[in-house]
Nanobody
Framework: QVQLEESGGGLVQAGASLRLSCTVS????????MGWFRQAPGKEREFVAT????????RYADSVKGRFTVSRDNAKNTVVLQMNSLKSEDTAVYYC?????????????????WGQGTQVTVSS
């Protein structure tokens, strides 16, 4: 059973930073890409960031490019989303997900395991 556990969410003011972490109980963690998605109230879940199996390739949603950075530590089965210069529109539940393949992907359908999510609230 693969489990993903996010942590690091919280309530911050606009302009602040947060660091989300996701720990994955998957023996073959290092073989698969990871992704971060978010869902704001009343909206559909959307792609945020993805990183390939070895961290050599990343992609970001236009709305977070230049502010968010995704990274991974395969020795610790962990993926991190560093969020800087937060805006009120970043308020959402953030989910990490483990991909079916090694390549980074922006598509939800490529991910077969999901965490429960962590709330990020940015006050303006």
């Amino acid at each position: 059973q693969v489990q993903l556990e996010e942590s690091g969410g919280g309530l911050v003011q606009a302009g602040a930073s947060l660091r989300l972490s996701c720990t994955v109980s998957r023996r073959t963690f290092s073989m698969y890409a990871m992704g971060w998605f978010r869902q704001a109230p009343g909206k559909e879940r959307e792609f945020v960031a993805t990183i390939n199996w070895n961290g050599g390739s990343t992609r970001y949603a236009d709305s977070v490019k230049g502010r968010f950075t995704v990274s991974r530590d395969n020795a610790k089965n962990t993926v991190v989303l560093q969020m800087n210069s937060l805006k009120s529109e970043d308020t959402a539940v953030y989910y990490c997900a483990s991909s079916r393949s090694a390549a980074a992907s922006i598509y939800e359908g490529q991910y077969d395991y999901w965490g429960q999510g962590t709330q990020v609230t940015v006050s303006s």
